[in-house]
């Protein structure tokens, strides 16, 4: 009896949380994704998603703590979520300039950044500004696994079947097939398809 009360607490509260962040999002979208964990959609431009694309994951980190973020901030930004696509809790996703593209029956983890842009320039008079030019596209391949707490930065290319390790900082291609991990990640393994 207790863990059916339990139950019903627990999706009470987080319908509410969802409910709410839904309620202050602005930003547009396309598609329908399952919504676990609170999503705040911002910015002028679209984010995109395919069938079966799971946002959110009970039970783990953050479930109650944290929500996702994704923020199409440009008007020809984009962010698109390929087909059967899982993304666990506090996952932020910020395309200002360009576009962010995840492929299908990707696994994403908790805590994990993806971003297009350094947002900032490094001279103290630049660092108000965010250079457009400066912006490049982040492609994930299809049946990409990425570990907790990473992040993936500008301009990132992930090649298909590839696992990023946890914690770790991707700036440059990671090819097909791969376990890729460190700050810069670098490639530790061949999978064997």
């Known amino acids: 009896m207790k863990s059916r009360i339990t139950s019903r607490v627990i999706r009470l509260l987080q319908w509410i949380r969802t409910a709410f962040y839904a309620s202050i999002s602005t930003g547009q979208y396309e598609g329908v994704a399952q919504k676990i964990q609170p999503v705040l ?11 079966n694309v799971v946002l959110g994951y009970f039970p783990s980190p953050f479930f109650f703590s944290g929500y996702i973020h994704l923020e199409a901030r440009g008007n020809s930004s984009s962010i698109r979520f390929g087909e059967g696509s899982h993304v666990n809790n506090n996952f932020v996703g910020i395309a200002e300039h360009s576009s962010i593209t995840i492929g299908k029956r990707c696994f ?31 492609v994930i391949g299809d049946d990409v696994f990425i570990g907790s707490n990473s992040k993936i930065m500008k301009g990132v290319v992930i090649g298909v079947g590839s696992v990023i390790a946890n914690g770790s900082i991707v700036v440059g291609e ?15 393994k061949v999978i064997e398809v």
């Open 108 to 138: 994403i983890g908790t805590n994990v950044e993806i971003v297009d842009s350094d947002f900032h320039g490094i001279k103290v008079s630049d660092r108000r500004t965010s250079d457009p030019e400066k912006a490049k596209p982040v």
């Open 174 to 188: 990671i090819p097909a097939n791969v376990i890729a991990g460190g700050n810069p990640a670098k490639v530790l």
């Open 41 to 51: 959609i911002l910015g002028n431009g679209i984010v995109e998603f395919e069938k």
